[in-house]
């Protein structure tokens, strides 16, 4: 490859356990491509990948690294762009934090995390770090709208290994509990930007004083783009969480919150520091100023606070007394005291609803016994999804996976859309007064009155991504025939300004017939009968649905997400091919230092490699790249076939072996196939000698499991150690090299 040429391929360097999985699979990656001319190339945008490329002034030069993230935003905006990624740590601030301390225990002078900065210097350190922080890294890459689907394989290896799934009665006390009003969904306004309301508008904050504090200036509003408004109220919210916590002490339930302090890395996490206040109301009230003093936010969660005042037995004594009184709290991890409320970014609702919702509507209590759970989700605006999936199972039963159909998505993304935990447009109201937004006409688009502590947020969605995102809608439905719904409420601001997009255009197009536009609890419902049927859905949504919904339904219907296909389809003709969800990766670490058996399964990454392969053989006219591509999907189906995916126990088959059967039947497919006889001849012998050696290479995978593994590092493992314990059969090493 040429100085300064961008690889055909480029496959991410990410966190967790999906990267230790690349340690195993990116070599054998490497070999095959290569005999077909194919480049693969990395870009770190790991967590600590980006918090080392953020302060280079303070590193040497052996540590500093570019910025890969950056350097992909703008590879994206291209039709040459072919970007494998895998999930990364959308990091709360404890993650964050972590992340930080690793990074300094390892030589790198980087500052620490400012919670509360007070100097220019400090401030600048934090902003740098908030970028880092959430969901910091799909806005950037994601310049197309989502593709995903379950891959036919995948689909039909469900309906005939179905996962396990708990049951439903009709009696279950399991029920979602949200605000009855003055939420996001209550006090939203939108509006679709003209050409003469088109410019740099300001976000601003009026007091009562008649001073006006600039919250936003500069931000952008094109013509067409649908800009929102909106705010949730601090007393509100309080007043509820305390009744949600006495009505799940009366119901005899445990309390679970589900938040998403990732995505809405602003909003969120101060939501969940209100539920943390409200669980331990008396402890605050009595130590309030005491636990200021010893750094206590209860934003970052009950194991940040307990830990902060584990040494004041007073303290601890009420907050023992108060946790008595309290109903059962639904457990992250009940062998290690994990509460719900212990850290923001345990409990991501897009992986923590679905899990209780295939548990039969149980959650797990702090001695491990199974139980119902009041699901706390403050914010109506999604909530009715999970409603409606918990009142539907509980009249109709558990879905049967054996039957059932598929709900595929089709999500609207792109240039940031619907990014409503977005940094610099979400705002804790600092007094009682009027945030504003005011375009650069001088004319007021939305305002609210806002009392101290309430939480404002603006988003906005551009014409081009919408209207991509509706003709990706009716590219799929015209390729399936399946049920094709837009979720959207005709009753939310925001979901009126997009049905004013979406109905013109099917109109236009002669396909109005053809969809419906459904509420999201309507549209819940509808898909739900439809796949109980054995058929078909696409769920046509906005951003957050999209996270949501591509969790929700794979999960119920092939017992995870990480084995979706999901496609981007960039708005400038490149390609972005995503891996799954890694909502579960660090549990599977953990298994993996202790244990060495690391049972991330990779399917996720196999379905997007032969995805990617194929893009590049139609972009790029490389013939091979299309041998390459169909014989990865045919791999794909052995590993499926022959059931060769991780298990979950020490001593049993794990990532490591599935990447070997991967190799074998991926060689085996090029070898038989006839299409190209240069790679069949290429790749025969390959395929003879990874047949032959069978039996050593297992017992070599085998051996290495049972004892603790080194990696050097959560966050940032070494590379030698990494490779050392993910690389453990030299007989299968020396093949793929």
């Known amino acids: ?172 006390k399991t029920k979602v509990s949200s605000m009855p009003g003055n939420d996001f969904y209550a006090n939203e306004k939108s509006a679709t930007i003209t050409a003469a309301q088109a410019g740099d508008a300001k976000i601003e904050f009026a007091a009562g004083d008649g001073s006006v504090t600039v919250l936003k200036d500069a931000w952008p509003l094109e013509e067409g783009t649908v800009a929102d408004a909106t705010f949730l109220s601090a007393k509100a919210l309080a007043a509820f969480l305390t009744e949600a916590i006495a009505d799940t002490k009366a119901d005899g339930t445990m309390f679970s919150l589900h938040m998403k302090a990732t995505m809405m890395k602003v909003s969120d996490p101060i939501i969940f520091g209100h539920a943390v206040k409200a669980w331990l109301a008396p402890v605050f009230e009595k130590f309030g100023p005491q636990m200021e003093a010893l750094g206590v936010n209860p934003n970052s969660g009950m194991g940040d606070l307990l830990n902060r005042v584990k040494d004041n037995p007073e303290i601890m004594a009420e907050i ?32 923590s609803m679905p899990a209780v919702i295939r548990a039969g509507g149980k959650g797990w209590d702090q001695n491990g016994n199974k139980g119902d759970t009041n699901c706390v989700i403050p914010d109506r605006c999604y909530a009715t999804v999970y409603d409606e999936t918990i009142n539907f199972f509980k009249a109709n039963g558990a879905l049967d996976v054996t039957t059932a159909g598929a709900v595929a998505n089709v999500g609207l993304m792109a240039q940031k859309a619907e990014e409503y935990g977005s940094h610099p447009t979400t705002f804790e109201a600092p007094a009682d007064g009027t945030i504003r937004v005011v375009l650069a006409n001088g004319e007021t688009l939305h305002s609210h009155d806002v009392e101290a502590g309430d939480i404002w947020r603006a988003c906005t969605v551009k014409k081009a991504p919408i209207e991509n995102w509706i003709e990706l809608a009716m590219d799929r439905q015209r390729l399936t025939g399946s049920e094709a719904i837009f979720w959207l409420d005709a009753n939310r601001a925001h979901d009126a300004e997009l049905i004013n997009y979406v109905k013109p255009a099917l109109e236009a197009a002669g396909v109005a017939g053809k969809f419906q536009i459904l509420a999201p609890r309507e ?22 649905l999209r996270d949501y919904l591509t969790d929700l339904f794979p999960i119920l219907e092939l017992g995870t997400s990480a084995k979706m296909l999901s496609i981007v389809k960039l ?37 997007a490699l032969g995805e990617s392969l194929n893009f590049l053989a139609d972009a790029k006219g490389n013939a091979k790249a299309g041998v390459l591509g169909a014989a990865a999907e045919d791999a794909t189906q052995g590993i499926l076939d022959h059931n060769r995916s991780p298990s979950r126990k020490v001593g049993e088959p794990d990532n490591r072996d599935s990447h070997y059967w991967f190799a074998r039947y991926w060689a085996e497919a090029l070898a038989a196939q006839t299409g190209d006889a240069e790679l069949a001849a290429h790749f025969a012998p390959i395929a003879e000698e990874l047949a032959a050696k069978e039996e050593q290479i297992l017992s070599e995978l085998a051996a290495a499991q049972g004892q603790a593994a080194d990696i050097g590092g959560y966050y940032r493992p070494s590379a030698a150690l990494k490779a050392k314990v993910m690389r453990p059969s030299a007989t299968l090493n020396a093949i793929i090299g």
């Open 1 to 172: 490859m040429a100085e300064n040429q961008t690889p055909d391929i480029l496959y991410t360097i990410v966190d967790e356990a999906p990267e230790l999985a690349s340690a195993s699979f990116l070599p054998i990656i490497r070999k095959f491509a290569s005999a077909a001319g194919v480049t693969v190339g990395t870009k770190d945008i790991s967590l600590a990948g980006r918090i080392i490329a953020a302060f280079p002034e303070n590193l040497t030069e052996d540590q500093r690294q570019s910025d890969d993230l950056a350097e992909l935003g703008q590879l994206v905006k291209t039709p040459d762009a072919n970007v494998i990624k895998l999930p990364n740590v959308s990091a709360s601030v404890p993650q964050l934090v972590a992340a930080v301390t690793e990074l300094q225990g390892q030589g790198y002078a980087i500052p620490d995390y400012p919670a509360e900065p007070a100097t220019d210097a400090e401030k600048e350190i934090r902003a740098r770090y908030d970028a880092i922080k959430g969901s910091a890294v799909n806005p950037v890459l994601r310049e197309g709208n989502s593709d995903r689907r379950a891959a036919k394989a995948v689909k039909n290896y469900a309906r005939k290994n179905p996962h396990s799934m708990g049951e439903w009665s009709a009696g279950s």
């Open 320 to 351: 023992d007394a108060v946790r008595a009184e309290r109903p059962d709290m639904y457990m992250v991890d009940s062998d290690k005291g994990i509460t719900n409320l212990h850290v923001p970014s345990d409990v991501i609702i897009d992986a």
């Open 523 to 544: 549209a819940t419902r509808q898909s739900l009968e439809t796949i109980t049927a054995g058929n078909d859905s696409i769920a046509i949504t906005g951003n957050v």
């Open 571 to 607: 708005m400038q003709g490149g390609g972005l091919f995503e891996t799954g969800a890694g909502g579960s990766a660090p549990k599977h670490v953990q298994q993996l230092v202790e244990e060495n058996h690391l049972r991330w399964d990779s399917m996720g990454e196999f379905c």
